[in-house]
Structures are given as C-alpha cells and as structure tokens.
C-alpha cells in the first residue's frame, strides 16, 4: 500500500528494523491506526544481532510474541536454567533464570524477528510503507507532520505521534532537534563472511592475542564469520567499505600468522562509538532503539536494549492515543529507559576496557576471571547484562510511612488459580490490558478502589500463594509492578498511570 498527500495515522513509525516493526504490531494490536515508513524495499539477512536475554525474552513472552507451552516453564524445561555467557570475551559467566520464566538466552536471528514482527504487525492492520525515506519532520500544535519520499513521489502524513526507529544516523532524531553525549571512536572493527583456505586455522571461539581479538564462529555452509578488535586506534575514514584483502590482512596481523580467506560476504566495519540521545521525547518524537543509545556490540545487548524500549513506549502511547492515559504517563519512558541505556553503554565500555592489550591488564582480567568464577559476581553481572536487575524509577506520590519497594520491580512468572482454573502471569497478560490481581478475601476492597479505571484495567480474583506474598497487585503489560499495598493507595497509582474513566471495550 503507498501512502498519499494528507494521509493521516494516530501515529508513524520510522524505520522498519525489528525494534520499529515490533513498536508497530504493538500499537497495532492495541487497535492504534499505525503507519511504518522504512526506505529499504525487503528485509536484509545480512547477520547482526542474534541474542535476546532474559528480562527482553520475559516481556516478549507475557505480550504473546513466545508461544506459549502447553505446560507451564518450569515443567516444559526441566527447572532453573543457566545460560553459559561471557563478559568481556571471559568465560564463566552464567545468565540465570526462574524456573517459571523461559529460557534466559534465546538466539534468534535479527531479520527473522524483523519478518516475524511484521507479519503481526500487518495482521494487526498497520500499514507498512517500503520504500519510504523520510525526508522531513514538522511538529505541530496538534500532532506532527511526516514528509517522506516514495517509490512514486513525495508522500506526507498528519499524525498525533512520531516513534523514531531509524538507527543510529536517525533521520528523526535530527529533525527533531535532540541533541546527543557522545564517546568517540578509539578502536577500529572488521566483520566478514569468508570461507577459510584452512578450516582448522581459525577454530570457533574468542582468540586474544597481544594484538587485539578475533571472534570466529562457523556457519551452516562452511563459511566462517569474523570480527576482529584492534585496540591501536579509530579507522581514519569508517565510510570506506573494508575489502576482502584488509580483513585478510587485519586478521593474520592480530592472529601472528597468514590466515587465507576468499568468497568474501557481508563485509563491514564497527567501533566502540558510543551515543545516547539527551533525551527519548520531545513532545510528540520518541525515539527507540538504535536512534536513542548506540554502543560497542559487546555482551549482545543491543537488540534486547531496543526490544524492551518498544514494549516499554508501546502500551503507554496506545493509552494516549485512546485518551486513558495519565498526565504523568509518556514522560515516564524517558524516565525509565534512557537510565538504562546509559547503564548499557557504560558496561559496554568497561568490558572493552578489560579486552585491550597489554601486560598491566593481564592482572584486571585475572582478578574478573576470579570474581566471573564466584556466584555472587556471577548474579551481578548477570544481572547487569541481562536487564534483570532493572528497578523502575518510582512514579507514585509519596507519603509519610513506609513505602512498598517491590513498585518498580519485575512480576515473574507464577501459577495462578482462578475461578475459570489454573493459569499464570504470563498468561493474564498476553492481551495487553494492564493488570489488577486481587489475592485473597480483601480483594474487594481494592476492587471498589479500581471501580472508575475497570474499563483499562483487567480485573482477575486468585487464590492467595506464596509465589505472590501479596493481597493486590497492579501489574503493567511489560510485567512490571506498578503498585502493591504498603505506598500510596491504589487509586493515586491509579490516578498517575490512567485516566479516570468508566469505558468499556479496551483491547
């Protein structure tokens, strides 16, 4: 479908990689009318990304985007699991998870989540424009208006909100003014398909060496992917496409010995440039993604970073776009994302800091491979890289007495007894409905607290367990917790997350 002059959306969404097509299935699924301009014509399978971790694999399985197993986790796996990682290219880094939750790790290429999140998209009605570069970004009392080029001619939009999805050169981000912090370059990166004259010459696996890194990993058709880090400095000129005979020659330089390599694919090159915008909304412009915080790939952060942006905006802009939306509501994505971000680039920064060479930083990594051996170091770190150590800014007026501190904190996954039966968390949320879970015999209380927001908030009565030590919880779609007694009442949290209204049919 194109788009045509004065078309109009409740909200465009630029840039169709995973993170922008994913921001689109769900708007769409919260019945937004969505648009998604992208300028390329088809997805691309050139390898990026392929982890997910654990806090983005829990919040895509609660909005319905994992199926679902026909037992709950726990039982379908076979208890707790523990994902082997590394930090900093050091190994002995576990990624753990409850027993109730998925797996903590899930590979999976980039472009097959992109395919798989258009395709819900589409289904779900947004209108999906390839071929569409946008060109201009004009921000109005209103709304804002959208000026792209087709593939028959200049096309424009009227909307009421603008996601920027559209990478780190975000088209968006420039034309909505929003400045950045920036690290500059200080390494310099090759990345290749090739298959190796000698298959043996390189094994699968992190190399260190004095002069920097090699990672080799072999693919299903005996090709081998490299990406190299040489610590000695920045490219001079990174637009230059890299050759077959630099990345031949970088990698038997880092290797100590003549590495021969042909068939040459997917060539790039990357850097520890570091970005985080100043902030992720200005006005009706939110940025997600790439567009927002750029770092070095270490650690696969990236695309979980940018997945949990999108299901963090998502449900909060579906509620202003249908009018149930706090006053306090689109200004807590900044508030609770950009931190996070930052967090990401810092660590990212730490570990290329322990990977780059020389003698005085053999006894750093010594001492980490020591604390990566400790469990407590383990949980940490763990936790750091795969978000689940993340704990929500507190959004609730505050009052004299103690407070709860599990507001902010993650729901995970438990099994749950209601009339209709047995069900669980994830379960209760995959239709996207905030969540009011009433434990016990005072729920009634807090079920008449909740009476004008029964429209928006999906009410379910549960017998009490010890897995949810609580008598009321308000839950968000991404699965975080957005009151439990103990703060502010129930309808302050209210009050702050949605408006007061007595409307029924919400999705």
């Not at 679902?68 to 709950?72: L, S």
């Not at 693919?219 to 081998?224: K, Q, S």
């Not at 007061?500 to 999705?507: D, E, I, L, M, N």
């Given at each position: 479908m194109?788009?045509e002059r ?10 169709g990689?995973p993170?922008?097509?994913?921001v ?7 019945g ?7 300028s ?15 806090r983005a ?9 994992l199926p ?5 986790y726990?039982a379908?796996?076979?208890?707790r ?11 002995g880094?576990f ?5 109730t939750e998925p797996e903590?790790?899930?590979k999976?290429?980039q472009?097959?989540?992109e ?5 819900r998209a589409r289904?779900?009605?947004a ?5 569409h570069?946008v060109?201009g970004?004009v921000?109005?009392a209103?709304g804002?208006r959208?000026e ?6 200049p096309v424009?939009?009227e909307v009421?909100y603008v996601v920027?999805a559209?990478?780190?050169?975000s ?39 004095p ?7 072999a ?6 992917h ?5 610590c000695?400095g920045?490219?001079?000129?990174r637009?230059?496409?890299p050759?077959l ?5 970088e ?10 390599m ?6 790039g090159r990357?850097?520890?440039f570091a ?7 200005e006005g009706r ?6 567009a ?6 270490i ?5 979980s ?5 999108a299901?963090?905006l998502a449900?909060k ?10 006053p306090?509501?689109?200004g807590?994505y900044d508030a609770?994302?950009r931190?996070?971000?930052r967090?990401?680039?810092e660590n990212?920064?730490a570990q290329l ?19 990566l051996?400790q469990e ?6 763990g936790?750091?890289i ?9 959004v ?8 709860c501190?599990?507001a902010g ?17 994830i379960?209760?949320?995959?239709g ?5 879970l009433?434990?016990?015999?005072k ?5 008449e607290?909740?009476r ?5 908030v999906?009410?379910v009565?549960a017998?009490?367990?010890p897995?949810v030590p609580?008598e009321a919880?308000l839950v ?22 949605f408006a ?8």
């Open positions: 194109q788009g004065g078309a109009r959306a409740q909200v465009a969404v630029v840039g990689g993170v922008g097509m994913l689109a299935a769900e708007l769409a699924a919260f937004v009318d969505t648009v998604l301009l992208e390329r014509s088809g997805v691309s399978d050139r390898p990026k990304a392929t982890t997910l971790h654990a694999v829990q919040c895509l399985a609660r909005r319905g985007h679902a197993p026909a037992a709950p726990a379908a796996r076979g208890g699991a523990a994902s082997p990682f590394h930090f900093a290219g050091l190994p880094l990624i753990t998870a409850p027993e903590p790790i899930l999976c290429p472009a097959r989540l395919r798989e999140f258009e395709e289904a779900a009605g209108r999906i424009l390839r071929e570069r060109t970004l921000r109005e209103d804002v959208i792209a080029e087709g593939p028959h001619g424009a939009y009421g920027g559209d990478g780190a050169r088209t968006v981000r420039e034309h909505a003014g929003i400045g950045s912090e920036t690290h500059p370059a200080t390494v310099s990166a090759l990345m290749g398909a090739v298959r190796l004259a000698e298959p043996d010459a390189l094994p699968a696996g992190w190399h260190r060496t002069r920097g890194w090699i990672v080799a990993k693919d299903a058709e005996g090709r081998t490299v990406r190299t880090l040489n000695a920045a490219f001079a000129d637009h230059l496409p050759t005979e630099e990345l031949r020659a990698v038997s330089w880092i290797a100590g010995r003549e590495i021969a042909d068939e040459p694919r997917w060539l990357f850097s520890d970005r985080l915008a100043r902030t992720f909304r412009v939110f940025l997600v993604g790439d927002a915080h750029v770092h070095f790939p650690g696969g952060q990236g695309l970073t940018g997945v949990l942006d299901l963090n449900w802009l579906a509620l202003a776009v249908r009018g149930e939306a706090g306090e509501l689109l807590t609770e994302r931190p996070v971000a967090r990401v680039i990212t920064r800091a322990l990977m780059r060479p020389g003698p005085e930083l053999d006894a750093l990594r010594g001492v980490f491979s020591g604390l051996a407590g170091a383990q949980g940490h770190l936790g750091l795969s978000a689940q150590d993340t704990v929500l800014p507190a609730l007026p505050t009052r004299p007495g103690p407070s501190p599990s904190t993650f729901l995970h996954n438990a099994v749950l007894t209601t009339s209709t039966g047995e069900t669980d968390v379960r209760l949320l995959r996207g409905r905030p969540l009011l009433l434990l016990g015999d729920g009634a209380v807090h079920r607290e909740a004008g927001w029964e429209g928006i999906r009410v009565h017998r009490p367990t897995e609580y919880l968000r779609p991404d699965g975080y917790i957005a009151w439990a007694p103990g703060g502010a009442g129930l309808g302050a949290a209210l009050s702050v997350y007061g209204s007595a409307r029924t049919g919400c999705a």
